[in-house]
Nanobody, 121 residues
Framework: QVQLVESGGGLVQAGGSLRLSCAAP????????MGWFRQAPGKEREIVAA???????YYAGPVKGRFTISKDNVRNTVYLQMNSLKPEDTAVYYC???????????????WGQGTQVTVSS
């Protein structure tokens, strides 16, 4: 079992920035990719970004150019830097870990508890 702990959510005005963190305090030798997902009220959960073990990144269209996913292999931590935030970015953001290679957009094995991001207009 892989434990994931998110932090960094909050309330921000449109145009502002937030950085989310996802720490995996235990052993993650079986994990090859990490991702960030979000779920807005009344909508399905969707992928935001993913990063492979080698550092290759995937971004969903709505966040491309505004969000950046990165990871610190020493600290077993993944980050999501969110700039130029929009009200439509408001959602609960979840960190997830996958045993799959590359930058998968589905089929994640482990999930964090989620952190709320609210962008006011």
């Amino acid at each position: 079992q892989v434990q994931l702990v998110e932090s960094g959510g909050g309330l921000v005005q449109a145009g502002g920035s937030l950085r989310l963190s996802c720490a995996a305090p235990g052993s993650i030798f079986s994990i090859n990719a990490m991702g960030w997902f979000r779920q807005a009220p009344g909508k399905e959960r969707e992928i935001v970004a993913a990063v492979s073990w080698s550092g290759s990144a995937y971004y969903a269209g709505p966040v491309k150019g505004r969000f950046t996913i990165s990871k610190d292999n020493v600290r077993n931590t993944v980050y999501l830097q969110m700039n130029s935030l929009k009200p439509e970015d408001t959602a609960v953001y979840y960190c997830a870990a996958s045993r799959d290679l590359g930058t998968p957009i589905t089929g994640y094995d482990f999930w964090g508890q989620g952190t709320q991001v609210t962008v006011s207009s």
